[in-house]
């Protein structure tokens, strides 16, 4: 039996529970805890420490997604803890005591055709934190050995918490947005959670951005990240022209849209230079990708999805942000405070992230 030595795995704890789609969040200080002879080969237990909060999860708490989430849910999938107990007959590197990452990819089966191909998120097979399976919204929290991520050493937990999901998903955009050193990227969405850590990775890759958001507080802190161009999207007539004449006049290489809203594909084609890329990241529940057919083709311009991230390029991206290369922005907060945040990133007034500490409960 493997648990971690002078510690005793309590029956219940605290949670953040969705009991039906669409319903409220509701904190339940009675939930039972998985205990190690429960656990199956291959499972851990974490006692979580932090956990961040993404936009993922209000569409998972909405159910207004193509995909729907399971119910009741505990949501969250950007937690970091303590490995307090592993299943029987599990083969693994991770050991009880370890401090590991909760990603929004909890497991796959790392065999098939998509697994192999370095494509884990898009396993036929995959489980998904806080969506298909329970996730970081709790005490502890149920997740799989080949698939949490060890932490490096020094590294805070609240820090590292929004890393897992914020900022492995812009790391893998930026790294496959077919852009080199000096070339300019724009970034719709940049004052917010996954957009402040994609202009610190575009920076760290040599790029120069152009961030597109809106508000003061926002603008401050793209410009303080690096940033070497603003555009505020309510205040500016024209975003593509915007984009051209900070460009020199030909447009951006590259688009990472990491908005949840609709709108901020649509001008991307246009302010992209020929053989530019838009990379698609933000998931807007029912809406369509609307673009010029003939000047997608007639500028070459490449349109790719990009999800998440494997399990290397959450190793790189915490390394980066371990180095001090990448700062999250947050504020801290307790787990009640759950359902005023999901009230904020609905507004779309959350500048950087939001993290809950789960060790002042």
């Known amino acids: 039996m493997s648990v971690l030595p002078n510690f005793?795995?309590?029956?219940?704890?605290?949670?953040?529970?969705?009991?039906?789609?669409?319903?409220?969040?509701?904190?339940?200080?009675?939930?039972?805890?998985?205990?190690?002879?429960?656990?199956?080969?291959?499972?851990?237990?974490?006692?979580i420490q932090a956990t961040g909060c993404c936009h993922t999860d209000l569409h998972a708490a909405l159910g207004d997604w193509p995909l729907k989430a399971k119910s009741p849910l505990i949501g969250g999938h950007?937690?970091?803890?303590?490995?307090?107990?592993?299943?029987?007959?599990?083969?693994?590197d991770r050991k009880v005591g370890d401090?590991?990452?909760?990603?929004?990819?909890?497991?796959?089966?790392l065999n098939c055709?998509?697994?192999?191909?370095?494509?884990?998120?898009?396993?036929?097979?995959?489980?998904?934190?806080?969506?298909?399976?329970?996730?970081t919204f709790s005490e502890y929290c149920v997740s799989f050995c080949n698939h949490v991520s060890p932490i490096p050493e020094g590294f805070s937990s609240a820090e590292a918490a929004s890393i897992l999901c914020?900022?492995?998903?812009?790391?893998?955009?930026?790294?496959?947005?077919?852009?080199q050193h000096g070339d300019w990227i724009v970034l719709p969405g940049a004052g917010g959670g996954l957009g402040h850590l994609a202009v610190q990775y575009a920076k760290v890759r040599g790029l120069r951005v152009i961030a597109i958001d809106s508000g003061e507080e926002k603008k401050k802190l793209c410009l303080d990240l690096g940033a070497d161009a603003w555009i505020d999207f309510k205040e500016t007539k024209d975003i593509v022209a915007a984009v051209k004449a900070a460009t020199g006049g030909e447009g951006a290489h590259s688009a990472i849209v990491t908005t949840a809203h609709p709108s901020g594909y649509t001008q991307a084609v246009d302010y992209l230079r020929g053989g530019?890329?838009?990379?698609?990241?933000?998931?807007?529940?029912?809406?369509?990708?609307?673009?010029?057919?003939?000047?997608?083709?007639?500028?070459?311009?490449s349109i790719l999805g990009s999800y998440v991230g494997n399990r290397q390029d959450a190793y790189e991206a915490l390394d980066i942000a371990a180095r001090g290369q990448v700062k999250v922005h947050y504020v801290c907060k307790r787990l009640p405070e759950l359902?005023?945040?999901?009230?904020?990133?609905?507004?779309?007034?959350?500048?950087?992230?939001v993290v809950f500490d789960l060790e002042q409960q």
């Open 99 to 109: 401090r590991v990452g909760i990603k929004w990819l909890a497991d796959s089966c």
């Open 276 to 301: 530019g890329t838009l990379m698609a990241v933000g998931l807007p529940g029912e809406a369509k990708l609307e673009a010029s057919i003939f000047f997608t083709v007639f500028k070459s311009i």
């Open 78 to 92: 950007e937690g970091v803890g303590i490995i307090v107990a592993i299943g029987d007959n599990t083969i693994s």
């Open 166 to 179: 914020a900022g492995v998903t812009v790391y893998r955009a930026i790294k496959y947005s077919q852009t």
């Open 8 to 47: 005793t795995i309590p029956k219940t704890q605290t949670v953040a529970l969705v009991e039906k789609s669409g319903g409220t969040v509701a904190i339940k200080n009675d939930w039972p805890v998985t205990q190690q002879n429960q656990l199956k080969p291959g499972e851990c237990l974490v006692k």
């Open 113 to 135: 055709e998509q697994c192999r191909n370095g494509r884990e998120q898009n396993c036929p097979d995959a489980k998904l934190s806080g969506f298909t399976v329970d996730g």
């Open 339 to 353: 359902k005023a945040t999901y009230e904020g990133l609905k507004e779309g007034t959350v500048a950087g992230r």
